[in-house]
């Protein structure tokens, strides 16, 4: 793993792995080597991508950012690395809620029914 000079994302991969192995969830696994990568590679993406690749109510992941272009029409929660200010505007005139990845690891430590979108 290169040095990673943010230690927020640094922590975040560390206990995104611990809960790998707690919870046998390979989710969390597959996400922390996604944020190993360079910040150049990491994911970003619009809501019109997340509103075509979606159902309502659905647990989104999204290993990277959030932008706000396009339009949200059903409510999701999305948990990102960050959100743009027009993304969490949208996702909440949806109806939708905006989690970081650390809410999402408390709220649903197996990960179960969460859908990665990059």
């Known amino acids: 793993m ?6 927020q994302i640094t922590k975040l991969i ?15 696994k597959k996400l922390a080597q996604k944020l190993e990568k360079s910040t150049r590679s990491r994911a970003e ?13 659905e647990l989104v992941l999204v290993p990277g950012k959030v932008l706000g ?3 949200l029409d059903h409510k999701v929660k999305i948990a990102a690395l960050n ?3 027009s993304a969490e505007e949208k996702i909440g005139n949806a ?8 809410q ?6 197996t990960g179960t029914g969460v859908r990665i979108i990059e």
Do not use: M
């Open 45 to 57: 993406v619009n809501l019109s991508q997340i509103n075509r690749h979606t159902q309502p109510d």
């Open 2 to 7: 290169e040095s990673k000079t943010n230690p």
């Open 14 to 28: 560390k206990t995104l792995k611990e809960k790998s192995y707690q919870e046998k969830a390979a989710i969390w």
């Open 83 to 85: 959100f743009s200010k």
């Open 104 to 109: 999402l690891l408390v709220k649903n430590p």
């Open 95 to 102: 109806g939708g809620e905006c989690l970081d990845i650390n």
């Open 69 to 71: 272009s396009g339009v």
